[in-house]
């Protein structure tokens, strides 16, 4: 059973197998529900959303063509999903998505210091206070293993874009550990 | 020498540099150490968003789903049955009523000329057998009782049906 494919598992729930889509649930809740989570910073309203999502999947999977991959298509509903709930929250939320020009200002989101803190703590740290568009696209491409291609085409923005947003991170990432003197310890 | 933008650092880390531009870079960072720091330091951080860890929702996740998905295809397979009962009520009433107007029809047209008599009789016959307590049921005081059960089913279905779609929506 674990070795089916997304494609296989969806052919067998068209077929009437409710039960398999159980598999699809285990294989993506787990990387689905903490980029929801940096997304929305709130763990019951990720968990809430993506029941949602995969309800919606659910529901839509006949409309689903094998020629297409499942990841891509389900990110794709959990990305809009996501920013359907944020818009609806506060105009706050608005200002930090409109923008792709604005430099991201760590020491501005990261208001108070952790003493000893080791990178990957300190990473993920930045990860959850980042706004939704960095932290999204941080984790399709990290965590969900999506290429740049892909992130394109869930977030509709293009390809040039992604990687801009990928690099601006990730220097900005670099600038403030550099200046914390965190390297020293994993060089 | 000019030193190496944060976008071909980047590039170099995402192997997207042409072969050309590669011995570029190497070169330069032999001899650069600000770069080769930098570069360093942007590997660390691509490397830890590299171990990004995958954690799970609540342990009854998928369970709490699933129930949720099966409740759905219940209540559709629920509503499909019960839009069959209510359609067939509604026939069957529907036949009793034509039933009725054509034995209340037959009655006054018995004496037809050009229907035999002997036919005529025949067909009473069976519509007395088949549809006596029909008859029964169809006194005006019967009617009455009928059309408000009939009523009585419809409203019940249409509430009913309000009921499924709107617990439908909620999920
Ligand atoms: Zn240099």
Request: aromatic content about 12%.
């Amino acid at each position: 059973m674990i070795n089916l494919t997304d494609n296989e598992i969806i052919d067998s729930v068209k077929k009437g197998n409710t039960a398999d889509f159980a598999l699809l649930v285990d294989r993506y809740k787990n990387k689905a529900f903490p980029m929801l989570k940096r997304m929305l910073k709130n763990e019951q309203e990720a968990e809430e959303v993506l029941q949602d999502c995969f309800l919606k999947s659910f529901q839509s999977i006949n409309g689903f063509r094998a020629e297409s991959k499942f990841s891509t298509w389900f990110y794709k509903i959990v990305y809009n999903t996501a920013l359907t709930k944020l818009s609806g929250q506060k105009r706050k939320t608005e200002n930090e998505m409109a923008s792709l020009e604005d430099e991201i200002n760590l020491a501005d989101i990261l208001n108070n210091e952790v003493e000893n803190e080791d990178l990957s703590a300190l990473i993920t740290r930045i990860l959850e206070a980042l706004p939704a568009k960095y932290s999204s696209i941080l984790d399709m491409f990290y965590l969900c293993g999506m290429s740049c291609e892909e992130i394109s085409g869930v977030a509709g923005i293009t390809v040039q874009n992604v990687k801009v947003i990928l690099h601006r991170a990730r220097n900005s990432f670099r600038e403030y550990v550099e200046e914390k003197n965190l390297m020293k310890e994993i060089l | 020498m000019n030193c190496l933008s944060d976008d071909i650092l980047n590039n170099y880390i995402d192997n997207e540099r042409g072969i050309a531009e590669l011995n570029f870079i190497e070169e330069h960072l032999k001899t650069c150490t600000v770069c080769k720091n930098k570069l360093n330091n942007l590997q660390a951080v691509h490397l830890s968003l590299q171990k990004i860890e995958e954690y799970s929702p609540s342990e009854e996740f998928t369970a709490v789903f699933m129930r949720k998905i099966g409740k759905s295809t219940i209540n559709r397979k629920n509503q499909e049955r019960f839009f069959a009962f209510v359609l067939s009520t509604i026939i069957i009433v529907f036949i009793l009523i034509v039933a009725y107007l054509i034995w209340a029809f037959g009655d006054t047209t018995a004496s037809e000329p050009k229907i035999s008599i002997d036919f005529m009789g025949i067909l009473t016959l069976y519509y007395n057998a088949l549809f006596g307590w029909v008859k029964e049921l169809l006194v005006k005081q019967n009617f009455a009782f009928m059309g408000s059960v009939f009523s009585l089913i419809i409203l019940a279905s249409g509430y009913y049906f309000y009921e499924t779609r709107k617990a439908y929506k909620k999920l």
